[in-house]
């Protein structure tokens, strides 16, 4: 009862707050609901961008469409409920490995990570991504308890999900997939209903978005920004760029840019250079990642060690906020709501006007949350750089643990950070998706040091 009055009462005194990105999501799921089209420079006139996944997209347009105030209410209460319902499922899955209080302990670590609850007042998919991971990691919990394949129906099926969610989890779902294939191949025939329908639910809504983005922009890809994003890891970043006669870079030459222009502008400016070219959204995209790859093969030592130096910079790094955020709570305003202020992302400068004021203004509240929200900055970097010590050595005592869900969750999460690190630009907002695996990786070394102390007390 009082976790769903806290809830209830942030829904209503705080609401939802909107970013750059959360546009995107309104733009995509606009157009899949009801085939309205909002045009986005510099290259999508006429056709949606597929930069995020859609399952977001689906999920928050039809509430943003209610009645004003029941967007802003009820997003962030759907958001908060699902951190709740993921701590659950952390609280389940650690009561299969750990005896009393590690399981609730667990639940406690990953609701007070940093960023989690504020995350779930915002128009973002990382809550809705995360959600999905505490299912894949409570599925996991169960392996011994279920037959193999209906374990790794049930995971491809959550991995489908937090792929459509955020694309960076694909890994998720490939193996998944490769391992519910290799236990279908050693059994054909019987089986009950969950050891293949969610499987192949899975396959299936991947497949569709594949087809509709090949309908849309001509390729088989998840997403046509997945060039941009990895420009932004190899030469934003990591300054790396292939010999200046490779063809590769040819276009970026001819476009007029420098080599110090290149390595010092994010993705989203450097597109502007092409635009009016007669490019589409496909073709820069593709510019992008022969760049990037080249950029690799050119200097492959120093990617590998430019990806492990990131690796360790994302769970540091502070989420994103944009600049007016504390202060419009402090102060009880919100400019960009009420006065629509013009915006450099879309031309769309009053969609958020709906969402982003709360169902009752209280100045009290939004200056209590504002201060909350002070409060979690100051553990950046230096408490956030404590934890991710902590969980590197989790990871590291996980992998040679006895229990396999240690293991996977150990492997999984590396994987993942991994995988980030390597494809994308540095976010904070990258490592919240990943809270369940992460809040375990916390809890482990802690629990085993409180063991060998029980011991000799």
Partial sequence: MIILLSISAVSLLIGLTDTPDSFQYFALGKYLYFKELLPQAPFNYDRPRTLFGPLYALFVTPLYQLPVPMG???????????????AVLIYKAMQQIFHKPWPLITAIIFLLLPYNLIYATFMMSETLTQFFVACFLFTMSRYRKSAPRVTFSLLTLF??????????????????????????????????????????????????????????????????????????????????????????????LESGLSAGEMMSMPWWEVQTWFSGTGKN????????????????????????????????????????????????????????????????????????????????????????????????????????????????????????????????????????????AATEFVQGRFIIPMYPLYAVLLVYPLSLIWTKLSSKL
């Fill in 159 to 252: 991995g489908a999900l937090a792929t459509l969610t955020r694309f960076g989890f694909l890994i998720l779902f490939a193996g998944s997939f490769i391992g519910w294939m290799s236990t279908f191949m050693k059994n054909r025939t019987g089986g009950k209903i969950l050891a293949w329908l969610p499987a192949c639910f899975g396959v299936a809504i991947v497949t569709l978005w594949l087809l509709f983005n090949y309908q849309t922009n001509g390729v088989w890809t998840l997403s046509t920004y997945s060039g941009r994003h990895l420009y932004d890891s190899v030469v934003t970043d990591g300054t790396l760029l292939p010999d200046m006669n490779d063809s590769a870079i040819a276009p970026f």
């Fill in 281 to 420: 959204d496909a073709d820069v995209d593709r510019i992008f990642f022969k760049l990037s790859l080249a950029a690799i093969l050119k200097h492959p030592v120093e990617y590998i060690t430019h990806t492990i130096e990131r690796m360790g910079r994302i769970p540091i790094a502070q989420p994103y906020l944009r600049g007016n955020f504390i202060q419009d709570f402090a102060k009880c305003r919100y400019d960009l709501c009420q006065n629509c202020r013009p915006v450099l992302w879309n031309n769309f400068t009053c969609w958020n006007k709906p969402i982003c004021t709360p169902a009752v203004v209280s100045c009290t509240a939004e200056s209590l949350w504002s201060k909350f929200v002070s409060a979690q900055n100051f553990l950046y970097p230096t408490v956030t750089a404590l934890l991710f010590g902590i969980s590197l050595i989790g990871s590291f005592l996980e992998l040679f643990s006895s229990r396999p869900l240690l293991r996977w969750t150990s492997g999984i999460f590396l994987i993942l950070l991994g995988f980030h």
């Fill in 72 to 86: 802003s209410l009820l997003i962030p209460f759907i958001q908060l409920t699902l951190v709740a319902i993921s």
